[in-house]
């Protein structure tokens, strides 16, 4: 089982909607949470970080974990085209300081 | 601010051939990283170093090796190029934010080993 584990897409949405991208994890000690954003031949840049239950909103995006679960999802909401990239998640895990753990990524397609 | 900043930006080496990839951050950052991304792969630490004067291997950090200069730099360098080398490097610098350590990406180098 993969540490970080997402849906590698691509997922597709029509502009205007919402598109929700999940990721889950395997360890219990895992701390806090990010979401980076990767357009193609860019770098990661990262758009949202949470580390407590529940949900955080950041304009157009909302972020949400549940440690119970074992899962945290990215609410995009307003979809727009220029949001098509790739969303990486990432975990930091305790006692790891600033290291992280990146799944896969999901791309997001969104179609005008 | 720069950010974090990455040179070359591109590289074609030949099987065997040396080089240093430059890394450096002017954000006052403790933490520096190194990561190689190939498709299908995602991104993997190949070293890192949580603070002037230590270094720490990653997942992949065969092939490679590292040195942190000072606070701002931090240089990935391949002794002996390899065919599986050939990947998109970043170099990373971090921070302790609101309750969690935030990563920054430089821009990467694209290596090519033939």
């Known amino acids: 089982q993969k540490e970080v584990e997402q849906n590698s897409g691509p997922l597709s949405v029509p502009e205007g909607a919402i598109a929700s991208l999940n990721c889950t994890y395997s360890?219990?000690?895992?701390?806090?949470f990010f979401w980076y954003r990767q357009y193609s031949g860019k770098s990661p840049e990262l758009i949202m970080s949470?580390?407590?239950?529940g949900d955080k909103e950041d304009g157009r995006f909302t972020a949400q974990l549940n440690k119970a679960s074992q899962y945290v999802s990215l609410l995009i909401r307003d979809s727009q085209p220029s949001d098509s990239a790739t969303y990486l998640c990432?975990?930091?895990?305790?006692?790891?300081?600033?290291?992280?753990?990146f799944g896969q990524g999901t791309e997001l397609s969104v179609k005008p | 601010n720069a950010g974090v900043t990455q040179t070359p930006k591109f590289q074609v080496l030949k099987t065997g051939q040396s080089m240093t990839l430059q890394c450096a951050q002017d954000m006052n950052h403790n933490s520096m990283y190194w990561y190689r991304q190939d498709p299908g792969m995602g991104l993997r630490l190949i070293y890192y170093s949580a603070s002037e004067g230590t270094t720490d291997k990653g997942e992949v950090p065969n092939g490679y090796n590292v040195s942190r200069l000072n606070k701002r730099e931090f240089s990935l360098r391949l002794e002996s190029a390899a065919p599986s080398q050939t990947s998109v490097y970043f170099c990373?610098?971090?921070?302790f934010g609101t309750g969690a350590y935030e990563q920054y990406f430089g821009p990467g180098t694209r290596l090519t080993v033939t």
């Open positions: 360890d219990r000690g895992s701390q806090s």
């Open positions: 990373a610098s971090s921070v």
């Open positions: 990432a975990v930091n895990r305790e006692n790891q300081g600033g290291k992280l753990i």
């Open positions: 949470i580390y407590s239950n």
